[in-house]
């Protein structure tokens, strides 16, 4: 990856080195990046599959602020309210306004395809300009952390969360301190992104848009809790068949993933799943058709990102479904956190030829900075909190390290229903997590 400056921000080059050190100390690789000066108006990120091109709108003329040659222009300057600010990037779709403000809080708000995207940050969050205040380092903090998430391999949408939590100031203080920056990992410093995008995207009146956020979002539903361990392994299959099969192994969590919505005995199947995990006394969770899930009484339903705006959230929640959700990064997480839903998936963690995934994997060391979040959501106790499912690519062979980031639950897919033993496949996995669980109880004894 080869990182390449313009010489007007030539500065940022310490600070971008000391970020990508930082990262360093908490397991990310940085051997790969190279740091350079560009003779352009505009930062360019190289590698062999990226080449992303992107700059400030201070850098850039006036006529050329609306150039869709570039990635994305960060704007710094504008703070439009958020009304003004959805109607902007219907013109200027590659502008990520950033440090908008109302009600005395920071908005970040840029699009992502064709969907306006937002995220709201603490009001003791200082304004990034506001040089009185001897804050123009922060500004420059901002940018060199948001440059070192995207050299790190994170979508923009994570380096503008990692950009925010890295310059807040923690909870219990009212000052941001240059010299003690660390990775991120308060979670009470960490902006909040609106639930539901679309109605940012809907036709607004400038009133309406105030009530888009609220600095202390809160769950329009409840979805029935889980207990953190009440999950374990935690198979994904296609068909009722080998539900079955797997229940008879004593697996007690399991899921039904039919991709084809086409599919002749779509219902037949998720009806003998369903039936299968009363049979068995079993969490059988159907991924996707949540209306049949219903109609069949299920024990779950689980969502992707994408479904959370279709389902009728409120009908799943007083059905007494359980709710499981699909994230992959630091944005999908903190916004379906508002949601506490049953529990909250954390993948792709490896690569997997499951299933089309538009994200790279995670990976062991976001994994492990995801869950630390999640603990501070609630207490670590195994009775409360919300449990997490790590997903993507997991086998024997990996097992031992991601049940070791503090997960609750390992979801498999090709491991079991490729196995030829899958009896002794699914003693190996449990053997591996119980004796985990075994060593950390030791420790804290």
Request: negative net charge; charged residues 20%; contains cysteine.
């Amino acid at each position: 990856m080869k990182l390449q400056i313009p010489a007007q921000h030539v500065e940022l080059t310490g600070k971008v080195q000391r970020c990508l050190l930082i990262a360093e100390q908490h397991g990310f690789s940085i051997g790969d990046i190279e740091l350079g000066v560009s003779q352009t108006r505009t930062f360019r990120l190289l590698s062999d599959d990226m080449d992303v091109e992107f700059a400030l709108t201070s850098a850039l003329k006036v006529e050329e602020r609306t150039t869709h040659i570039l990635k994305f222009v960060l704007d710094y300057d504008s703070q439009p309210s958020l009304f003004d600010a959805k109607n902007l990037l219907v013109e200027k779709p590659s502008v990520i306004f950033i440090g908008s403000f109302h009600e005395n809080q920071a908005v970040d708000i840029w699009r992502c395809g064709d969907e306006i995207r937002s995220q709201i940050t603490s009001d003791k969050q200082k304004d990034l300009r506001d040089e009185s205040q001897g804050t123009h380092s922060t500004l420059e903090s901002h940018l060199a952390w948001l440059i070192t998430s995207l050299c790190l391999g994170f979508p923009i949408e994570d380096a503008l969360v990692l950009a925010r939590a890295s310059i807040s100031v923690k909870a219990d203080s009212d000052i941001y301190d240059v010299s003690r920056e660390t990775w991120p990992v308060d979670f009470s410093t960490f902006p909040v992104p609106a639930l539901m995008p679309s109605k940012l995207n809907a036709e607004l009146k400038p009133s309406q848009a105030d009530t888009l956020h609220q600095s202390q979002p809160i769950s329009p539903v409840a979805f029935k809790a889980l207990r953190k361990d009440s999950l374990g392994l935690y198979p994904v299959v296609s068909n009722a068949e080998w539900i079955e099969k797997l229940l008879l192994l004593g697996i007690k969590t399991i899921q039904l993933r039919v991709k084809d919505p086409s599919t002749a005995d779509l219902e037949e199947q998720i009806v003998q799943a369903i039936r299968l995990g009363e049979k068995y006394q079993a969490q059988v969770f159907i991924n996707d058709y949540w209306e049949l899930a219903i109609k069949h009484g299920a024990f779950g339903v689980h969502l992707g990102q994408e479904d959370i705006e279709t389902a009728d959230l409120q009908k799943i929640a007083t059905s007494g479904m359980c709710l499981g959700v699909s994230t992959h990064g630091y944005h999908e997480l903190l916004r379906i956190s508002q949601l506490s839903p049953s529990y909250i998936a954390l993948g792709h963690i490896f690569p997997t030829t499951t299933k089309q995934m538009p994200s790279k994997p995670q990976g062991l060391t976001r994994l492990k900075l995801y869950q630390g979040l999640i603990n501070q959501m609630n207490d670590n106790s195994q009775e409360s909190g919300i449990p997490t499912v790590a997903i993507g690519g997991i086998d024997l062979s990996t097992a031992s390290m991601v049940w070791s980031c503090g997960v609750s639950s390992l979801a498999v897919v090709r491991a079991i229903t490729l196995s030829t033993n899958p009896r002794e496949t699914i003693a190996d996995f449990n053997n591996i997590m119980n004796a985990y669980q075994e060593r950390t109880e030791e420790v804290l004894c």
